[in-house]
């Protein structure tokens, strides 16, 4: 773990500090960066494992900053910068509005191997930094830094969030060899990444963008609901062919749907059985 650690206390961004890891983080990385991509195989989209070549994530040990970003800016004018975790709603939406991406600067700790809530370096960085490389997801992500500040004026960032949460987080999309997992959430855990492709338990549903927003979600287990897109380009264009004005003020009904829920209007890809909700529920 990094010995200092200066907070500008305007963006968050602190030094990686890299040379600080010790040869355990290292370790862990690694543990954790063969373990997910060998599960990911055949369950997370190409693009996604394409990403991690890309940036040479693979080159053994925490990724240096300073090294991918040369790649990252290059290809989408992204950079990763370092935040001691998480950060304030505003300060994020900036971050991402103005293409960069605050990634956790701590490892998670041995103990801490298949789940922690605080988003830590590998969530950040092997979850969501790959997909940055893509022209038309680094897009989206900014499009959605630029969506966060104007909800947070018209106080519909609740809706907002679970944008970002069923999208960024946890979304699916659909390829010509099946749905694969693209979402950071999904794509960093051992077990999500599995249970979000294979279990009949979650509900899989085609995204739209309103029922996405107006659909809650819980932070500590699986999904009991993922959604999925057809193309990256289709999740940009919802979020920027919409007109926020209206779709904020009908939001502003505050009807929400629970996270299991399936709807008439649903365009369903596997309706679940929520067996995985019921076994906890009874447990
Ligand atoms: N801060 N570092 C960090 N990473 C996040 O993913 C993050 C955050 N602050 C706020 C936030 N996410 C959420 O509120 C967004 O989902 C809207
Ligand atoms: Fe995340």
Redesign the pocket.
């Known amino acids: 773990m990094s010995s200092h650690i200066t907070v500008r206390d305007d963006d968050?961004v602190i030094d990686q500090n890299w040379s600080a890891y010790t040869a355990d983080d290292h370790a862990i990385w690694d543990f954790l960066y063969r373990r997910q991509v060998g599960i990911l195989k055949d369950r997370a989209d190409p693009a996604m494992l394409r990403g991690l070549e890309t940036l040479n994530l693979n080159r053994g040990g925490i990724p240096n900053f300073e090294q991918i970003n040369i790649e990252l800016r290059a290809r989408t004018g992204f950079e990763v910068v370092a935040?001691p975790?998480?950060?304030?709603?505003e300060?994020?939406?900036n971050?991402l509005a103005n293409r960069r991406f605050?990634?956790?600067q701590f490892i998670r700790t041995r103990q801490q191997l298949d789940y922690l809530q605080e988003?830590d370096i590998f969530h950040?960085v092997f979850g969501?930094v790959p997909l940055l490389t893509d022209p038309v997801f680094a897009n989206y992500m900014e499009a959605y830094g630029k969506g966060?500040l104007r909800a947070m004026k018209f106080g519909r960032?609740k809706n907002?969030?679970a944008l970002?949460?069923y999208t960024?987080?946890f979304g699916l999309i659909e390829t010509p060899q099946g749905v694969r997992i693209y979402g950071a959430g999904i794509s960093s855990s051992k077990d999500e990444s599995i249970f979000a492709i294979e279990d009949a338990s979650p509900n899989r549903i085609r995204f739209d963008l309103e029922r996405v927003m107006r659909t809650n979600y819980r932070i500590d287990d699986f999904q009991q609901t993922y959604f999925v897109i057809r193309s990256y380009d289709d999740l940009f264009r919802a979020t920027v062919d919409t007109d926020f004005a209206p779709l904020y003020a009908s939001l502003a009904d505050g009807e929400t749907h629970p996270a299991d829920a399936i709807l008439p209007s649903d365009s369903i890809v596997t309706a679940g059985t929520q067996a995985y909700a019921k076994a906890k529920s009874s447990a």
Do not use: K
Not at 85 to 89: A, K, M
């Open positions: 968050y935040v975790g998480l950060v304030p709603d300060v994020f939406f971050h605050p990634a956790g988003p950040d969501h966060g960032l907002l969030a970002y949460w960024v987080e």
